[in-house]
Nanobody, 119 residues
Framework: QVQLVESGGGLVQAGGSLRLSCAAS????????MSWYRQAPGQERELVAK???????NYADSVKGRFTISRDNHKNTVYLQMNSLKTEDTAGYYC?????????????WGQGTQVTVSS
């Protein structure tokens, strides 16, 4: 079982920055694929950024050049640095971990943290 706890959300003006953190329990963190997703009201949850165990990253086109995902395996934490925020970035942001347990991949979610960008 992996527990994920997000923090760092809040209210920010357009053009501002926030850094989200996701702390994970367990001893498999360094091998997990970690991702950030977001979901706005009435919309489907979408992938924002992903980082593999080898630090390979990919991003949604809408956030490329503005958001950066990173991980600290010593702290079992993944971060999402969000710069040049836009009102359309307003959403609940959710941390996801994909963990290999035996021969099965399991997906875990955090409870989410709200990001609100005002104009």
């Amino acid at each position: 079982q992996v527990q994920l706890v997000e923090s760092g959300g809040g209210l920010v003006q357009a053009g501002g920055s926030l850094r989200l953190s996701c702390a994970a329990s367990g001893n498999t963190f360094s091998s997990n694929v970690m991702s950030w997703y977001r979901q706005a009201p009435g919309q489907e949850r979408e992938l924002v950024a992903k980082i593999t165990s080898r630090d390979i990253t990919n991003y949604a086109d809408s956030v490329k050049g503005r958001f950066t995902i990173s991980r600290d395996n010593h702290k079992n934490t993944v971060y999402l640095q969000m710069n040049s925020l836009k009102t359309e970035d307003t959403a609940g942001y959710y941390c996801n971990a994909v963990v290999l347990i035996g021969s099965v991949y399991k997906s875990y979610w955090g409870q989410g943290t709200q990001v609100t960008v005002s104009s």
